[in-house]
T-cell receptor, first 114, second 113 residues
Framework: NAGVTQTPKFQVLKTGQSMTLQCAQD?????MYWYRQDPGMGLRLIYY???????DKGEVPNGYNVSRLNKREFSLRLESAAPSQTSVYFC?????????????FGPGTRLLVL | QKEVEQDPGPLSVPEGAIVSLNCTYS??????FMWYRQYSRKGPELLMY????GNKEDGRFTAQVDKSSKYISLFIRDSQPSDSATYLC?????????????FGTGTRLTIIP
């Protein structure tokens, strides 16, 4: 049982390049989330997926797209990377939509956009 | 003004000490409160969850919520070097977790052996 896994662990991009961050969970959870963590800002929600086939915007969705490929996988795509997207990205999952259920985080992807 | 304020630290205390970590918030609508622990270069992990006011204890950890003062605390008794991490508070207005969960910026804690 690996929990939530993310790839890659670290990536350097040039401005304008695109990339996809991959996330998978093996806990049969319905809800999945993408966050970014920046110094002095706390964790901020980018997008979430309440169930397979659905996605919704979070607090900071601009510049990102997501795909809930199946129940296990939730990917985050940067179409044209900008230096402001330099951050640590965390994927998370939860059994359902309730705060009272434990949310599990992946190890993170460190992204540097030059 | 941020909705949730958390002293970033760093906070250094000797092993065995009692640690107090705090968050203040401005929106009285927050009802669900969480504390996460985040080790360096790892994802956050849920430590404590509480609903509304009161105390909740789990081993060496106690979470306290004072809604009248808009203030939450996490106490760590008999602190250990393994408690060295960044502690994040988080809160929500409803139990529906797909709405915005508001996080504090985290307090970095070091326990000195």
């Amino acid at each position: 049982n690996a929990g939530v896994t993310q790839t890659p662990k670290f990536q350097v991009l040039k401005t304008g390049q695109s990339m996809t961050l991959q996330c998978a969970q093996d806990m049969n959870h319905n809800s999945m989330y993408w966050y970014r963590q920046d110094p002095g800002m706390g964790l901020r929600l980018i997008y979430y997926s309440a169930s397979e086939g659905t996605t919704d915007k979070g607090e900071v969705p601009n510049g990102y797209n997501v795909s809930r490929l199946n129940k296990r996988e939730f990917s985050l795509r940067l179409e044209s990377a900008a230096p402001s997207q330099t951050s640590v990205y965390f994927c998370a999952s939860r059994p359902g939509p309730f705060v009272s259920e434990t949310q599990y985080f992946g190890p993170g992807t460190r992204l540097l956009v030059l | 003004q941020k909705e949730v304020e958390q002293d970033p630290g760093p906070l250094s205390v000797p092993e065995g000490a009692i640690v107090s970590l705090n968050c203040t918030y401005s929106n009285s609508a927050f009802q669900y409160f969480m504390w996460y622990r985040q080790y360096s270069r790892k994802g956050p992990e849920l430590l404590m969850y509480t609903y509304s006011s009161g105390n909740k204890e789990d081993g060496r950890f106690t979470a306290q919520v004072d809604k009248s003062s808009k203030y939450i605390s996490l106490f760590i008794r008999d602190s250990q070097p393994s408690d060295s991490a960044t502690y994040l508070c988080a809160m929500s207005k409803t139990n529906f977790g797909n709405e915005k969960l508001t996080f504090g910026t985290g307090t970095r804690l070091t326990i000195i052996p």
